[in-house]
């Protein structure tokens, strides 16, 4: 897209994109950084659990310090004259492959998120023996290869690289479904239980009290893959329609790409609040790290 087949209403909007994708890069950068400083400091969450809320933080902070930044860049000089279209070229292509492995990496480790969650309850007591920080750390290795991997076949063929990541976006996807439902029927079950067999008793009100935690820490989870999800549906409708019916030209086009690839970008920004409102460790470990930030300031 260059100026002289936009006009002018087009080039605001493509601007006002540029600067809101600006803000929005400083935030989840901030947010993140902030996120990972409190799931550092929070011991009570499982390890392997934890390592995966920070694949997901680090991967949010990589997109506001790299792919959003140059997403900006790419937006602003596009509607610049007398700007030199190889560099153009190569900003979007750079942009297009860091985004390609860093939401790969982040649909991946939430939908490994949610098979952590189900695993947690058909494992019980032996839970902490069958997930553990080394696997969860090879697990996370695979991931970053396969994003890599995702970004690198984008500079060979750009539909066989959104086809790939489109599989595997589906895959991750049923796998959440399926944990997730699997998890719904498992806890309904448990729940007759102790409604019936252990009405009154001590170890019944245990174990009512340790399904209500289970459950709310699948309900964060289910919120984090409900957000991702939410914020990639309109990107990859797009993208779909492109591969169906070719190259679609015209600039309305353009601006639909641009307004959903900044919804996806837009999770990055939304996950840091979504982790402090429904995780409350998070939420105390972030307030306390900004009280001793203030502190240092004053001091």
């Known amino acids: 897209m260059n100026q002289t087949s936009i006009s002018k209403l087009q080039i605001g909007r493509v601007e006002f994109l540029s600067t809101f994708n600006i803000f929005l890069s400083i935030a989840a950068s901030l947010g993140n950084a902030l996120i990972l400083v409190a799931l550092h400091k929070e011991t009570s969450l499982h390890p392997p659990t934890k390592r995966l809320f920070q694949c997901l933080a680090i991967t949010d902070l990589c997109v506001g310090v790299i792919s959003q930044p140059l997403f900006a860049v790419f937006l602003l000089l596009s509607v610049t004259t007398g700007m030199n279209g190889r560099f153009i070229f190569y900003i979007d292509k750079l942009y297009n492959a860091s985004s390609f492995v860093l939401c790969q990496v982040s649909i991946l480790t939430s939908g490994a998120i949610s098979v952590d969650r189900l695993q947690a309850l058909l494992s019980g007591l032996?839970?902490?023996?069958?997930?553990?920080?080394?696997?969860?750390?090879?697990?996370?290795?695979?991931?970053?290869?396969?994003?890599?991997?995702?970004?690198?076949?984008?500079?060979?063929?750009?539909?066989?690289?959104?086809?790939?990541?489109?599989?595997?976006?589906?895959?991750?996807?049923?796998?959440?479904?399926?944990?997730?439902?699997?998890?719904?029927?498992?806890?309904?079950?448990?729940q007759l239980q102790v409604h019936g067999a252990l009405q009154g008793k001590p170890r019944g009100?245990?174990?009512?009290?340790?399904?209500?935690?289970?459950?709310?820490?699948?309900?964060?989870?289910?919120?984090?893959?409900?957000?991702?999800?939410?914020?990639?549906?309109?990107y990859i409708v797009v993208r779909v329609m492109l591969m169906t019916y070719g190259q679609i030209s015209g600039s309305k086009f353009e601006i639909a790409r641009y307004v959903t690839a900044t919804l996806i970008y837009l999770n990055s920004s939304l996950n840091p609040i979504l982790y402090c409102w429904r995780i409350g460790v998070v939420r105390q470990a972030a307030k306390d790290t900004i009280k001793q930030l203030n502190c240092c300031k004053s001091d």
């Open 126 to 190: 032996r839970y902490r023996h069958v997930v553990t920080l080394s696997r969860v750390r090879a697990v996370i290795i695979c991931f970053w290869l396969i994003g890599i991997s995702c970004g690198s076949m984008y500079f060979w063929n750009v539909n066989a690289a959104f086809t790939v990541s489109f599989t595997l976006k589906i895959i991750s996807l049923a796998t959440s479904v399926l944990s997730y439902s699997t998890i719904y029927l498992k806890l309904r079950q448990q």
């Open 205 to 234: 009100r245990q174990v009512a009290l340790n399904i209500a935690r289970y459950k709310k820490s699948v309900s964060s989870a289910l919120w984090v893959q409900l957000l991702l999800v939410t914020c990639y549906i309109p």
